[in-house]
């Protein structure tokens, strides 16, 4: 497929709330999570903790998310690359 198209941290980082629309990184990957937001299985509140930055900080404390099923839903809502 063609190439994601290229955003710099600041970019992502204006995407933090659900009006402005929640994109997170993950790696060197950008992801529009908005969509995920009211599915997610630990909370509304804890998902948005992360909005316009990394997941990793997050993820080193709930490790849970370093597995395979949760890193197929993350992929889905990628939408470009840091
Ligand atoms: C649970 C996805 C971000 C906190 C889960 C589960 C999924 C998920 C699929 C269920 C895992 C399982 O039971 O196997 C995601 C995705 C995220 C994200 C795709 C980002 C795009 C976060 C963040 C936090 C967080 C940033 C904390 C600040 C939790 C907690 C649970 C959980 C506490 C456990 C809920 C429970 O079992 O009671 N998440 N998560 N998540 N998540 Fe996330």
């Keep these: 497929g063609p190439p ?10 204006r995407h933090n709330s ?24 630990g909370g509304k509140s804890k998902i948005l903790l992360a909005a316009g930055g990394a997941l990793e900080p997050f993820w080193a404390l709930y490790a849970m998310h370093k ?9 889905g809502y990628k939408v470009g690359e840091l």
């Design 4 to 13: 994601f198209p290229v955003f710099t941290r600041k970019e992502v980082a």
């Design 18 to 41: 659900q009006a402005s629309r929640v994109w997170v990184t993950y790696g060197s990957d950008v992801f529009d999570i908005t969509d995920f937001v009211e599915a997610h299985p």
């Design 67 to 75: 597995q395979e099923h949760v890193l197929e839903i993350l992929r």
